[in-house]
């Protein structure tokens, strides 16, 4: 590339890896990365966000839903710290994102010039795994080549950090010296798989099981099969982390559905009960939710030996792709006779989806917000993409909807951070853009950032060619996943200076962005919303009035429990009798008959 500039070759060696989309923000920091664009016709595209950290969460969303690289870029000081939240949910929630960040010039380092911040302190932890200033042309190939397959291998984020006046410098390569570091392109994937011995003892123990669980999580995508096959061998019955909602189908009838405070009674009774575990592509934190650890003999398998042994006193780690993992076990295991176990898993989860109708029923004021959720399940195309805020609406997500074919699902897992949902629907609409994108967010992540990026969307829905992406949000005017909190762990009434929100006309705002808008404030409304915004030819914004005082209760709570919360509530909380009335209802419809119940 003779007369580039590096920030020419940089672009280009986005474009020889294969990267079509870039999430940014401008800034003087990079100017020259900017100008560069200009002369490459917008190759890869640069995509627009309101605001770094959206920018960040658009390729994490991008990274999820399309298994490729994500890649941001931000300027010097402000910009590169705006980033550094989505850059820890891609981190915590082990995505490939790449992050091109601008620095001051050379000249200007070490003298508290403007916008100066030490990037690489401030990376340090963030991209752990891979961070490295660039200082003079020859340098540029091998720490972008070593970024890219860094984040790759190792499902991370990595940051280049590029002073200014080094991207407007002439490229030269390296050349065949003394203290020059050559690189390449590409890059070849082993199947890894545990050894013969290893397996033969997991076998043994899986074998050996009379009530065997299985965890999976977001490292089985893409072994469905070889889960199906397995759980069916042992008579098994599978929960879920959440992370990993969308590796098994929901209408398995042995598929338990989530896992911990967010899942569902059927995950938590298999596990309280199960004598053995088998845990895949899981790192799911909470270990309260899990056998008693003397109670299971217990096997895990893990790509990342990083993440191996950890959670369980596991008796067998195998270190292995999930998918070829089980194919090599699979022959070493013996189908049991016996089922009465995955029968009773069955009927447990069979039970359960009719409480969870049953619960989405419960009238409210004004709208019971498991009802959005339980009308869309249905309804959803069989290849849609889901994405969940955190807050109350993870917790719908999580218990009322019904995955299934190649749908496509995920939040903010580890980190847990407001904000994500739309940023990450936008990310997948540039990754797929022939997928219809649905986001539940909150009414607090939306002032947050959500409205904001209704603005991006403005910009560039025209481009997607299935232009559905809708966005529910739940209106509730309260902060309500905390305000649950407090009432639960922390013994306390809501706290109304923090946990009341304005009142915002959400569906206003994005009408006067030319979107479809869509308020709903009648439970008999939520079915006709969903059905118009499915068949839409725009972005549709769903603003729906719900009940703040209608109970995310967790799986393991019993009636006494909720007695006690029932007193603190009492104390003094604004909203007790609301939350008392809601909350006896909801708990209700586990003791009231069934119609599969036997």
Same mark, same amino acid.
């Given at each position: ?46 995509? @627009? ?6 920018? #960040? ?14 890649? &941001?870029?931000?300027?010097? =000081? ?8 989505? *850059?820890?949910? #891609? ?30 302190? *401030? ?46 410098? /002439? ?29 033969? @003892? ?33 008579? +098994? ?14 209408? *398995? ?12 009674? %059927? ?6 009960? #199960? ?24 096997? @895990? ?54 409480? !969870? +109708? ?25 290849? +849609? ?5 955190? $807050? ?26 407001? $904000?994500?949902?739309? %940023? ?6 540039? $990754? &797929? ?14 002032? !947050?950032?959500?409205?904001? /990026? ?53 569906? =206003?705002?994005?009408?006067? *962005? =030319? ?58 909380? /604004? ?24």
């Amino acid at each position: 590339m003779a007369g580039s500039t590096v920030a020419d070759f940089l672009l280009h060696r986005l474009r020889e890896w294969e990267v079509d989309t870039v999430f940014g923000y401008p800034g003087d920091g990079i100017n020259g990365l900017l100008a560069a664009w200009g002369r490459a016709a917008n190759q890869p595209q640069f995509v @627009q966000a309101r605001h770094e950290e959206m920018a #960040a969460f658009e390729a994490v969303g991008y990274a999820k839903f399309t298994g490729r690289l994500g890649v &941001c870029v931000a300027t010097s =000081g402000p910009g590169a710290i705006h980033l550094l939240n989505g *850059l820890y949910d #891609a981190k915590l929630d082990h995505v490939p994102v790449v992050a091109i960040v601008g620095q001051t010039n050379r000249s200007a380092m070490g003298g508290s010039y403007q916008q100066e911040v030490d990037l690489l302190s *401030l990376f340090k932890d963030v991209a752990s795994d891979y961070v490295q200033m660039v200082t003079v042309p020859e340098q540029l190939p091998n720490v972008l080549d070593r970024a890219i397959r860094t984040a790759l291998a190792r499902r991370a984020p990595t940051a280049l950090i590029l002073p200014a006046d080094v991207q407007e410098l /002439e490229y030269s390569p390296p050349t065949h010296a003394f203290k020059m570091v050559p690189s390449s392109l590409g890059i070849r994937w082993p199947e890894l798989a545990p050894d013969s011995e290893a397996l033969r @003892q997991a076998a043994e123990i899986l074998n050996g099981g009379s009530r065997v669980a299985i965890l999976a999580g977001s490292g089985a995508r893409g072994a469905a099969a070889e889960l199906e096959q397995v759980a069916d061998l042992l008579g +098994a019955g599978v929960a879920k982390a959440l992370l990993g909602k969308d590796v098994l189908s929901d209408e *398995l009838p042995y598929v338990t559905g989530s896992i911990g405070l967010l899942g569902t009674r %059927p995950s938590y009774e298999m596990m309280r009960t #199960a004598d053995t575990l088998l845990t895949v592509g899981s790192s799911f934190p909470y270990t309260q939710f899990m056998p008693e650890f003397d109670q299971a003999r217990a096997v @895990q398998i893990d790509l990342d030996p990083g993440m191996i042994g950890m959670r369980y006193p596991y008796e067998v780690n195998l270190v292995g792709d999930a998918a070829t993992t089980l194919r090599a076990l699979i022959p070493l295991l013996v189908r049991k006779d016996d089922r009465s176990w995955r029968e009773g898993i069955e009927s447990d989860v069979a039970r359960w989806w009719e409480t !969870m +109708a049953m619960e989405a029923g419960v009238e409210a004021d004004p709208i019971n917000p498991m009802r959005l959720f339980s009308e869309l399940s249905p309804r959803l195309p069989d290849d +849609a993409i889901v994405t969940a805020d955190s $807050g109350s609406s993870a917790n719908w997500y999580a218990r009322q909807l019904r995955f299934r074919g190649t749908m496509r699902g995920s939040l903010s897992g580890n980190l847990a951070t407001m $904000g994500p949902g739309v %940023p990450y629907g936008i990310g997948a609409k540039f $990754g &797929c853009p022939h997928r219809p994108v649905i986001v539940f967010a909150g009414d607090g992540a939306m002032q !947050m950032n959500g409205l904001a /990026e209704l603005i991006t969307i403005k910009r560039y829905w025209e481009q997607w060619s299935d232009p559905r992406l809708i966005i529910a949000v739940l209106h509730n005017d309260d902060l309500n996943q905390v305000t649950w909190e407090m009432r639960a762990m922390a013994g306390a009434p809501k706290f109304v200076e923090s946990q009341t929100l304005p009142d915002v006309d959400y569906a =206003g705002f994005a009408a006067s *962005l =030319g979107l479809q808008a869509i308020a709903v404030d009648k439970p008999g409304d939520i079915a006709p919303a969903w059905d118009n915004a499915l068949s839409a030819n725009r972005p549709t914004l769903l603003d729906v009035r719900c009940d703040p005082n209608v109970p995310p209760i967790p799986p393991h709570a019993t009636v006494d429990q909720m007695t006690s919360a029932a007193k603190a509530l009492l104390a003094g909380d /604004e909203d007790r009798w609301g939350v008392l009335k809601q909350g006896v209802k909801t708990k209700l419809q586990e003791f009231l008959p069934h119609r599969g119940a036997r």
